[in-house]
């Protein structure tokens, strides 16, 4: 029975292009607190020498504190991770935006993202990709993802929930993945799943410490890598009875 829920839990797609919010959404968010991300982007990011346009449009665009836990929504723009439940995190508002301009999306693309926490992330490459697959392993944070990008008037974000390291096999080829946790290893499926000239964004290594954010291009030639900057995040979670 568990495996036959988890089939038609992983075949679940909910279809919800960020940033054209329903009357009813834009009345909820009254209190859209744009300077606050405006000075996030300033201070926080562009300082921090993140250059691409549509990035920094696109991280002042998401109201972050939509998707967070409503106890923590007066630290949404604060220059840090905040704890969303389950064990897992809303990565730094820096990190979401190094990590998408690393992935150098171009708007007719199509993205993966593995591990979709609080939505964030999926929020802000909807406005920069043509189409986002997001996977979450645990059930309550897909759920709760995908009802808040809904209510934000996403209409280009799919979402499932399942096992991140197998990636989205039936909807490849991806023109850039992104992985918001970190395994100790990348996983083969993912590289396997990139489009030529496609890019991974991941961060690797081991819970504690010594982790790197890399990127791979697959090319002709064969897969090159780039190590980013020093990172920190929840390790990559898997399904144990995978």
């Known amino acids: 029975m568990r495996a036959a829920l988890l089939s038609a839990l992983v075949s679940a797609l909910i ?28 201070e926080q990011i562009a300082s921090r020498g993140v250059r691409d346009p549509r ?16 106890a923590l929504s007066d630290r949404a723009y604060a220059d840090g991770p905040l704890p969303i439940g389950e064990g897992q995190t809303i990565s730094q508002p820096y990190i ?22 609080s939505g964030y992330q999926a929020a802000v490459l909807s406005h920069l990709a043509r189409e986002v697959y997001t996977i979450e392993l645990e059930p309550s944070l897909a759920a709760r993802a995908a009802a808040d990008l809904a209510r934000l008037g996403c209409t280009n974000v799919h979402t499932r929930t399942g096992d991140g390291y197998a990636g989205w096999p039936e909807a490849a080829p991806f023109d850039a993945i992104l992985v ?36 791979l291009e697959k090319t002709a030639e064969g897969v090159t890598r780039e190590t980013l900057l020093p990172v920190m995040f929840v390790p990559l979670r898997r399904d144990p009875e995978e």
């Open 180 to 215: 918001t946790a970190a395994p100790d290893h990348v996983p083969d499926a993912l590289v396997e799943q990139l489009a030529m000239g496609g890019r991974l964004v991941i961060p690797v290594g081991p819970r504690g410490g010594g982790q790197q954010l890399v990127v």
């Open 96 to 117: 979401v935006a190094a990590m998408s301009e690393a992935a150098d999306v171009g708007p007719e693309e199509r993205v993966l993202e593995v591990g979709t926490g």
């Open 15 to 42: 279809l919800i292009e960020c940033g054209v919010p329903s009357p009813e959404a834009r009345d909820a968010s009254s209190d859209d607190r744009t300077e606050e991300r405006a000075r996030m982007v300033r």
């Open 55 to 70: 990035v920094l449009a696109a991280m002042e665009a998401v109201p972050r504190h939509a998707l967070v836990p409503e």
